[in-house]
């Protein structure tokens, strides 16, 4: 027992060492990143926008609160050239009977090349003198219903949205730019900010208060710290494999040749050959990522994955602990059958950074980060108990490491949000800390957080280990507000 404690000692000491290492790394970098970016020469700007066609996809369950905001906010985006398909996968309130009295569509008959195997459409509409199609299908879950409107799409880009979501007028020539300038581009996407409580005036957030619920602050700074500094860090290196599939720019073609999106029922000659068919996934985010980059690889093509921090999308979040659990469970079995779907590119020198470090590190420091977590903590009563360390003296230089890192991290996400309310490309007024008193609160929200929000997190990243052991597949979709609630003068 002795032996065995003193080497689990030394591999736990390495593991957090480098996960540390890891984590200050990439915000550091972030924070030059933001620091020196505006003396980088800006390369020339793209005029020509019009013959670059981009279909939004927007697929919807449940979502007849803000349906019609969000449609009414996507049809007023600065772009030349755009389709805006919006899908009803079967749902269970009115959405279908919201969205038929706001826009009175018209039902066509569309002759299209259905590559992609879905459930059944019901029926296909056209809203009169606007580039709005609505697609009525039996439920099938998100991967079938983007699959569903891709095989209906006319524009030469996708451009995946949550129904709940609010988008940055300028934001789709934004993540579109990566790909017209770079052809190696597979996927590119913008930042995600927290729609709870904003203020909107013509569909645009104009401005926004800290939320009184806890929760949400709790993931306002989440949301900074993964979008704005972590996703910098691995974009830059190349090692990203995540884009959330809130907004989310692809290649048409490049979904295509993959088959789509993953659901149980997609039969593509592709997910055939190289996945098998009935897998499916709980989040199909981040597969379609891996499996593009996995495409690219064996094609012998070079890849890049773009994270933008100029371009916002702000989603609604769960404000109550059941509903947060819920998700963030979802989100870690859906990385756990992600992985186990791609286990062969792990450590696969043929597929460079992607399998060298963007596996590994989502493996050993994203999925099985929880259960490391749990062992060091019994490691350490164990240890105690047999009288190899002290635990009195563990406690106090364990709650100190969390401190001091819960100070540094929050500073240093006070610094790159206080940088980003000088980017001209959205509007920062939106943003929810400007003044010093609220920079303190967000310093102090992050050590709470430390000590309670983490452990939280803890629990429900395990919890999702145990869905993914058990191979249970259930979407788990939380009840929005909707961002009607958001104030709309």
């Not at 939004?56 to 389709?83: H, R």
């Not at 993540?175 to 300038?181: A, L, M, Q, Y």
């Not at 593009?292 to 921090?309: C, N």
């Not at 629990?459 to 249970?472: L, T």
Request: glycine letters at 4%.
């Amino acid at each position: 027992m002795y032996l065995f404690l003193r080497i689990l000692e030394k591999l736990l000491i390495v593991y957090f060492t480098a996960y540390l290492v890891i984590d200050l790394l990439l915000y550091i970098y972030a924070v030059i990143f933001f620091f020196f970016r505006r003396k980088i020469k800006e390369k020339k700007q793209i005029k020509n926008f019009e013959k670059y066609s981009i279909s939004i996809i927007v697929p919807a369950y449940n979502e007849a609160v803000s349906i019609v905001t969000c449609t009414d906010m996507l049809l007023k985006l600065n772009y030349p050239n755009y389709q805006l398909i919006v899908v009803n996968d079967g749902s269970k309130d009115n959405t279908l009977e919201v969205f038929m009295n706001n826009y009175n569509p018209q039902l066509i008959n569309i002759d299209a090349n259905v590559a992609l195997k879905t459930n059944k459409i019901k029926g296909i509409y056209k809203v009169p003198d606007k580039n709005l199609l609505f697609i009525d299908k039996e439920n099938g879950g998100k991967a079938d219903a983007i699959n569903a409107c891709i095989n209906y799409a006319s524009g030469d880009y996708i451009c995946t949205i949550d129904a709940d979501s609010i988008l940055d007028e300028n934001a789709l020539k934004e993540v579109i730019t990566p790909f017209i300038r770079n052809k190696e581009t597979i996927v590119s996407g913008g930042q995600l900010a927290v729609a709870n409580d904003v203020h909107l005036s013509n569909n645009k957030v104009i401005s926004s208060k800290i939320p009184k619920n806890i929760w949400v602050q709790w993931q306002i700074i989440e949301y900074i710290k993964s979008y704005m500094i972590s996703r910098i860090g691995l974009s830059r290196l190349n090692a990203l494999l995540i884009m959330s599939g809130a907004f989310s720019m692809f290649k048409k073609d490049d979904l295509l040749k993959i088959g789509g999106f993953l659901n149980k029922i997609n039969t593509h000659e592709y997910i055939s050959k190289n996945i098998g068919i009935g897998k499916q996934t709980v989040c199909e985010d981040m597969e379609i990522v891996v499996r593009l980059w996995k495409y690219r690889k064996d094609e012998k093509k070079k890849a890049k994955a773009v994270f933008l921090p100029e371009p916002v999308c702000w989603t609604e979040v769960p404000d109550i602990p059941k509903n947060l659990y819920k998700q963030r469970s979802r989100w870690h079995q859906g990385l756990g059958e992600t992985l186990k779907i791609h286990r062969n590119m792990i450590f696969e020198p043929k597929y460079g950074i992607t399998g060298l470090l963007g596996l590994p590190y989502y493996l050993f420091f994203e999925f099985l980060s929880p259960l490391i977590k749990v062992l060091s903590l019994i490691f350490i009563f164990a240890a105690a108990k047999y009288g190899l360390i002290n635990l009195n003296w563990v406690i106090m230089l364990l709650i100190s490491v969390m401190l001091i890192t819960a100070v540094i991290m929050s500073s240093i996400t006070a610094v790159i949000e206080y940088i980003s309310h000088k980017n001209k490309a959205i509007n920062r007024e939106a943003l929810r800390y400007k003044k010093f008193l609220d920079w303190l609160w967000l310093i102090f929200a992050g050590i709470i957080a430390e000590f309670s929000y983490s452990f939280f997190k803890i629990a429900a990243q395990i919890n999702g280990i145990y869905n993914f052991m058990k191979k249970k597949h259930d979407w788990k979709k939380f009840e929005r507000r909707g961002i009607d609630n958001a104030q709309n003068d």
